[in-house]
């Protein structure tokens, strides 16, 4: 199958942690992503993981990737007003790297 | 130049009105893509072309005709679109694409055409 799942909302307070979470089924995986969209706007990519890397940091970013759980995360360190949101995770094969499949999009709303 | 522009922004149209939605990019990238996205969920791949030829064609009904003129060009041709039809359709590019291509092409997306139909 070709499923993707996200919970639908994440709330946190304005310099704590983010963690949002995901599940992939299909085993054939090669890369997957993390890709943010603001309100009206189009899709951003955050940062992308290889099937074969368990992490990667990129400054306030941290993406865990367990492959035997088929479990992605992103890790927003610090977050901020403008990390508001919806962050949408996907997957895409080595056999089509062109057709990448997202999960329905996590809400991320930041109080005060 | 790093951004995808497209064009319009926003468009209302009636059932049976022809419109067009126009992508473009100057990164040199040779494969374009179609998403479509309702509201509060995530876009649907439509069709992707790479190097000017149409790739993938996600089973789309006819009443959605793109055409890509050119590398940098991709448009989306609209005839007798249905209410349901009403969406946010993005565009994307990437430096290579089509099926089997095994390595990583980060997609760049467009801020999208928000279309109402009638």
């Known amino acids: 199958g070709e499923d993707v799942e996200q919970s639908l909302f994440l709330s946190v307070r304005e310099g704590d942690s983010s963690v949002i979470n995901c599940t992939y089924t299909?085993?054939?995986?090669?890369?997957l992503y993390w890709y943010k969209q603001e309100p009206g706007a189009g899709l951003q990519l955050l940062t992308y993981?290889?099937?074969?890397?368990d992490m990667k940091q990129d400054q306030r970013l941290t993406v865990l990737l367990n492959k035997k759980d088929k479990h992605l995360s992103l890790r927003i360190a610090d977050t901020q007003t403008g990390d508001s949101a919806i962050y949408f995770c996907?997957?895409?094969?080595?056999?089509?790297?062109?057709?990448?499949?997202f999960g329905s999009g996590t809400r991320l709303s930041i109080r005060p | 130049d790093t951004e995808v522009t497209q064009t319009p922004k926003h468009l209302v149209m009636g059932m049976t009105n022809k419109k067009s939605l126009k992508c473009e990019q100057h990164?040199?990238?040779?494969?374009m893509y179609w998403y479509k996205q309702k509201a509060k969920k995530p876009p649907e791949l439509m069709f992707v072309?790479?190097?000017?030829?149409?790739?993938i064609n996600e089973s789309v009904p006819s009443r959605f005709s793109p055409e890509c003129p050119n590398s940098s060009l991709l448009n989306l041709h609209l005839h007798a679109l249905q209410p349901e039809d009403s969406a946010l359709y993005l565009c994307?590019?990437?430096?290579?694409?089509?099926?089997?291509?095994?390595?990583?092409?980060?997609?760049?997306f467009g801020p999208g055409t928000r279309l109402t139909v009638l």
């Open positions: 299909d085993s054939s995986s090669t890369y």
């Open positions: 990164m040199g990238h040779r494969a």
């Open positions: 996907a997957e895409s094969r080595s056999s089509s790297a062109s057709k990448i499949i």
């Open positions: 072309y790479s190097y000017e030829k149409l790739s």
């Open positions: 993981i290889f099937s074969n890397m």
């Open positions: 994307a590019s990437s430096q290579r694409g089509g099926p089997g291509t095994s390595v990583y092409n980060e997609q760049f």
